[in-house]
T-cell receptor, first 113, second 112 residues
Framework: DQQVKQNSPSLSVQEGRISILNCDYT??????FLWYKKYPAEGPTFLIS?????DKNEDGRFTVFLNKSAKHLSLHIVPSQPGDSAVYFC????????????FGTGTRLLVSP | SQTIHQWPATLVQPVGSPLSLECTVE??????LYWYRQAAGRGLQLLFY??????ISSEVPQNLSASRPQDRQFILSSKKLLLSDSGFYLC???????????FGPGTRLLVL
């Protein structure tokens, strides 16, 4: 049962344009959502998060939007840069003591010059 | 600042051999610690988590085990490796009261 889904395995964008990565979830108990960026053979790097009490969080070029009614979140990167090329994972957790993260399968972003 | 270390970075082991992967965290106390595995082309799967010394919970039944002998040390072990144990193993930590986990550099394990 895939509780967190990233339906686009890959995305290609030109440098300077907007990248939009999407994520859907099924568990209504999830109340905290995160995006991680991962290069090959490295650990994921935390990018940005959002609590379910908000619908938007912004940090520099990165903005995460949360639509609770649709159980959908998205990551916007503006402007996209070639260094953004990586695999992006969304993750979600419910408010439990150990904060288990459930990850999507990732979207590979390629930003071309 | 906090840092997380994992070693070895890469490991090639024969089927049936034992395994020991180590993870240590610096710059924080009483962290929650996690072991994940990423199989080829797949997402991250939680294997074990620990909320304190000697306290281990398993998420997936398998031939792996975990131990936390010290506050900031987390060890992943196996007595006999299987081919299916191949993958990228990641350790992560989380400060109490926060929601974000931070990952180590990972260990690539290849079982032949």
């Amino acid at each position: 049962d895939q509780q967190v889904k990233q339906n686009s395995p890959s995305l290609s964008v030109q440098e300077g344009r907007i990248s939009i990565l999407n994520c859907d979830y099924t568990n209504s108990m999830f109340d905290y959502f995160l995006w991680y960026k991962k290069y090959p053979a490295e650990g994921p790097t935390f990018l940005i998060s959002i609590s379910s009490i908000k619908d938007k969080n912004e940090d520099g070029r990165f903005t995460v939007f949360l639509n609770k009614s649709a159980k959908h979140l998205s990551l916007h990167i503006v402007p996209s840069q070639p260094g953004d090329s990586a695999v992006y994972f969304c993750a979600a957790s419910a408010n439990t003591g150990f904060q288990k993260l459930v990850f999507g399968t990732g979207t590979r972003l390629l930003v071309s010059p | 600042s906090q840092t997380i270390h994992q070693w070895p970075a890469t490991l090639v082991q024969p089927v049936g051999s034992p395994l020991s992967l180590e993870c240590t965290v610096e710059g924080t106390s009483n962290p929650n610690l996690y072991w994940y595995r990423q199989a080829a082309g797949r997402g991250l799967q939680l294997l074990f988590y620990s909320v304190g010394i000697g306290q281990i919970s398993s998420e997936v039944p398998q031939n792996l085990s975990a131990s936390r002998p010290q506050d900031r040390q987390f060890i992943l072990s196996s007595k006999k490796l299987l081919l299916s144990d191949s993958g990228f193993y990641l350790c992560a930590w989380r400060a109490m009261g926060t929601g974000t986990q931070y990952f180590g550099p990972g260990t690539r394990l290849l079982v032949l």
